[in-house]
């Protein structure tokens, strides 16, 4: 079993649909963070979280809000989506230490319509 | 952070060296080099990181310039499995996610 693990792999969706993305971590890991990739474009922060209690915005948190349900767990979640938030998404996890290394999800394909 | 610039994209024969090329003039003293990599539409995958001396490691080797303006990524031998998008990054470690710019599409060319 992966040690990052996102559901679902693929979504579709309408538009002002509410969407949640989830995201399960094995490795024990503190942090977690979203991104949001498009096409040909490198990956965007869109939130991240240092510990349970921890909630902090990326670079592109408008239209996303998250909620780390325990250590393990970290959902994003898409309160009325949009055409524009169609995109890969990915969940990542590291330790406290944070020596830079990011664990990845496999990510997850959302289209809305 | 500091700002990197790569190439959009690089060919290199299969079983040749791959040199990535990475500038980061404005790199400060505390921050690292990271290299990841994407192959196709998968999570992105660490490779290596380095503050001031060269790294290597089973998959790549790194070196930077000692005025850390810049660094190279070194795949010794690549291999088609190794056609991908390469990401370098430069960042203090602590409490600063990465930012992943558009990064070097390598394709390894049999």
């Known amino acids: 079993d992966a040690d990052v693990t996102q559901t679902p792999r693929n979504r579709i969706t309408k538009t002002g649909k509410r969407i949640m993305l989830e995201c399960s971590q094995t490795k024990g890991h503190d942090r977690m963070y979203w991104y949001r990739q498009d096409p040909g474009l490198g990956l965007r922060l869109i939130y991240y979280?240092?510990?349970?209690?921890?909630?902090n915005k990326g670079e592109i948190s408008d239209g996303y809000s998250v909620s780390r349900q325990a250590q393990a767990k970290f959902s994003l979640s898409l309160e009325s989506a949009i055409p524009n938030q169609t995109a890969l998404y990915f969940c990542a996890t590291s330790d406290w230490t944070y020596t830079g290394e990011l664990f990845f999800g496999e990510g997850s394909r959302l289209t809305v319509l | 952070d500091a700002k990197t610039t790569q190439p959009p994209s690089m060919d290199c024969a299969e079983g040749r060296a791959a040199n990535l090329p990475c500038n980061h003039s404005t790199i400060s003293g505390n921050e690292y080099v990271y290299w990841y990599r994407q192959i196709h539409s998968q999570g992105p995958q660490y490779i290596i990181h380095?503050?001031?001396n060269n790294e290597t490691n089973e998959m790549a080797s790194l070196i930077i310039t000692e005025d850390r303006k810049s660094s190279t990524l070194i795949l010794p031998h690549a291999t088609l499995r190794d056609t991908a998008v390469y990401y370098c990054i430069g960042s203090s470690t602590g409490n600063t996610p990465l930012v992943f710019g558009k990064g070097t599409r390598l394709s390894v060319i049999a």
């Open positions: 380095g503050l001031k």
């Open positions: 979280s240092f510990d349970v209690k921890d909630i």
